[in-house]
């Protein structure tokens, strides 16, 4: 007589993959005008952009007021700060603060771009 044997088996997915930032970039750089910067989210974030002077001084702050989502996204910058004005030509830093929407966890990616116009 055969054995039979019957399995009852759950499975459940879950996104294991804490959240970071891969792919950043800005496009174009140099830029004239305004420039949009680009990045990959592994999971959905609420995320701050914060461009600075090459001595420091910050410039300009964007924040998404809702969390976006997982995958490639970007945010537009139009080369004005905070007051409105247009930047002078030069070189700037930016600092991307992503805060995963699931829990406390925040990842920081900086990078450089050049203002040539």
Same mark, same amino acid.
């Given at each position: 007589?055969?054995?039979?044997?019957?399995?009852?088996?759950?499975?459940?997915?879950?996104?294991?993959?804490?959240?970071?930032?891969?792919? /950043? /970039?800005?496009?174009?750089?140099?830029?004239?005008?305004?420039?949009?910067? *680009?990045?990959?989210? *592994?999971?959905?974030? %609420? /995320?701050?952009?914060?461009?600075? *002077?090459?001595?420091?001084?910050?410039?300009?702050?964007?924040?998404?007021?809702?969390?976006?989502?997982?995958?490639?996204?970007?945010?537009?910058?139009?080369?004005?700060?905070?007051?409105?004005?247009?930047?002078?030509?030069?070189?700037?830093?930016?600092?991307?603060?992503? %805060?995963?929407?699931?829990?406390?966890?925040?990842?920081?990616?900086?990078?450089?771009? /050049?203002?040539?116009?």
């Amino acid at each position: 007589m055969p054995i039979t044997h019957h399995l009852n088996s759950t499975f459940i997915l879950t996104n294991s993959t804490k959240l970071e930032l891969e792919k /950043v /970039v800005n496009y174009p750089n140099p830029f004239t005008d305004e420039t949009d910067i *680009t990045f990959f989210l *592994t999971q959905p974030g %609420k /995320v701050k952009i914060s461009i600075f *002077t090459i001595r420091g001084l910050l410039i300009r702050e964007i924040e998404q007021s809702e969390p976006l989502d997982l995958g490639f996204n970007f945010i537009h910058w139009d080369g004005k700060d905070d007051f409105g004005d247009d930047i002078s030509r030069g070189i700037y830093l930016y600092r991307i603060k992503a %805060k995963s929407i699931d829990s406390n966890h925040t990842v920081t990616f900086i990078g450089k771009m /050049v203002k040539s116009g």
